[in-house]
């Protein structure tokens, strides 16, 4: 089979890009080395929120275009997995976020009193919160629905996939530290741990940028999601036990009854981090094809992945400027 675009990437921005570029009207495949449940994307908590991400000026922007597409798909959370959910994000202040804040309806500061555990300060808000295994199966159906198809295989080097397409979009997430190479590349290890939801219907994090250890809860579908980590150059995918039991107990102290909730399963993922921020260039290959990268999205690869699609697929179309792909569910 031939095609237009090959994008290397399963993850939610391989997948998302594919779309984008399928709704351009490109015959796209996606080469993806593992099964999308595989994935960092399918562990990933998935609230919408910019977090360990650079550049962040460009972050800001991309984010916002994704707000807008998330919004629309949360009209159909069964088919997509895309909710509104209220929630807090405690240790945190409106003046030390970015322009893009002043732009998310209803996000405001609150009354010390009103921020729960031993928190000082807090935003409130209602974000949308992604079911990762329905949404990247949903992905999927809509790259199908427009034409594209998604083939399991591993790439070695760029060769390959330019030899069966004269465009290669590049969504490896942490494989590009290898394929590219990019030594700018590092690994953020966060752990999750699943527990039956014994009631929690609001989500929370305390999650400073610079902390290795987090505290968070997601109510999911079937599920509550406790977190977390962000662990600067661990590499064991492995859970460990002692840190899921640090991640309960520092849940328990905003919700004491996740305390006695069962636990479901652990997970891992290593969120791609770069230390120049998120690459979005497209260089020439030695044979004359076009390689477009799009990796570096650090924690926030859901939250940018419809933004940072439409500069990526820019990239392939030769479009100066962003494009109106995205909200219809």
């Known amino acids: 089979m031939g095609g237009d675009v090959i994008v290397v990437g399963g993850g939610v921005v391989g997948l998302t890009t594919a779309v984008v570029l399928a709704e351009r009207g490109l015959r796209v495949r996606v080469w993806a080395r593992d099964p999308a449940e595989a994935t960092t994307s399918a562990v990933a908590g998935a609230l919408w929120w910019p977090y360990r991400i650079e550049p962040a000026e460009e972050a800001g922007v991309w984010a916002l275009e994704s707000l807008e597409v998330y919004?629309?798909?949360?009209?159909?959370?069964?088919?997509?997995?895309?909710?509104?959910?209220?929630?807090?994000?405690?240790?945190?202040?409106?003046?030390?976020?970015?322009?893009?804040?002043?732009?998310?309806?209803?996000?405001?500061?609150?009354p010390p009193d009103e921020v729960p555990g031993p928190y000082a300060t807090g935003l409130a808000a209602r974000l949308p919160l992604i079911d990762m295994p329905v949404h990247l199966a949903w992905l999927r159906g809509r790259l199908e629905a427009a034409g594209g198809v998604v083939e399991r295989r591993a790439v070695a080097a760029w060769e390959e996939p330019a030899a069966a397409a004269p465009v290669v979009v590049n969504c490896t997430g942490l494989a590009a530290r290898e394929l590219v190479p990019d030594a700018g590349l590092r690994p953020v290890r966060g752990?999750?741990?699943?527990?039956?939801?014994?009631?929690?219907?609001?989500?929370?994090?305390?999650?400073?940028?610079?902390?290795?250890?987090?505290?968070?809860?997601?109510?999911?579908?079937?599920?509550?999601?406790?977190?977390?980590?962000?662990?600067?150059?661990?590499?064991?995918?492995?859970?460990?036990?002692?840190?899921?039991?640090?991640?309960?107990?520092?849940?328990?102290?905003?919700?004491?009854?996740?305390?006695?909730?069962?636990?479901?399963?652990?997970?891992?993922?290593?969120?791609?981090?770069?230390?120049?921020?998120?690459?979005?260039?497209?260089?020439?290959?030695?044979?004359?094809?076009?390689?477009?990268h799009h990796y570096g999205h650090g924690g926030a690869g859901v939250t940018v992945a419809w933004g940072c699609a439409r500069r990526a697929a820019d990239l392939v179309t030769g479009r100066a400027g962003g494009a109106a792909e995205g909200p219809r569910p």
């Open 191 to 292: 752990q999750l741990v699943l527990v039956e939801n014994p009631g929690v219907e609001e989500w929370f994090t305390a999650a400073d940028a610079g902390a290795a250890e987090t505290t968070y809860f997601f109510p999911q579908p079937g599920r509550l999601v406790l977190g977390g980590t962000a662990e600067e150059g661990a590499e064991g995918r492995e859970p460990d036990r002692a840190t899921a039991a640090g991640i309960v107990a520092r849940c328990a102290r905003i919700r004491p009854e996740i305390a006695g909730a069962r636990v479901l399963g652990h997970r891992v993922g290593l969120r791609p981090a770069r230390a120049a921020g998120v690459r979005v260039e497209g260089v020439r290959l030695p044979g004359g094809g076009l390689l477009v």
């Open 71 to 110: 919004g629309a798909l949360a009209g159909a959370p069964r088919e997509t997995g895309v909710r509104w959910v209220p929630g807090v994000h405690a240790d945190t202040r409106l003046d030390g976020l970015g322009a893009w804040a002043a732009r998310v309806p209803g996000l405001r500061q609150l």
